[in-house]
């Protein structure tokens, strides 16, 4: 399982916040290499008046050949804020970005 911590990156003159952890199980996913992106979430409900506030996620990239794979190559209404760190499932470590 990856446990990501809550988080606030200011990016762009906006806050993007994830309030609560998330867990993720990595059993599913194909041993690679990848980028833990944070992402604007923009399917997400988001209620919070404050318009220059908004909600975060997480996107594992998967590094297939020369290329990391995107968020926005997906159809997950999502845009790549920062790479917070690197999983490799494989040795089943976490490296910094």
Do not use: K
Not at 1 to 29: C, H, K, S
């Amino acid at each position: 399982m990856l446990r990501v911590a809550p988080f606030r990156i200011e990016q762009w003159g906006q806050t993007f916040i994830n309030p609560g952890a998330l867990v993720i199980d990595l059993e599913r996913l194909p041993a690679a290499l990848y980028r833990i992106v944070a992402v604007h979430n923009f399917r997400a409900e988001d209620r919070n008046p404050n318009l220059n506030e908004c909600l975060a996620g997480i996107f594992l990239a998967r590094r297939i050949g020369p290329r990391w794979e995107e968020a926005e190559d997906h159809p997950v209404e999502c845009r790549s804020i920062e790479v917070l760190a690197y999983l490799d499932t494989l040795l089943r470590r976490i490296l910094p970005p």
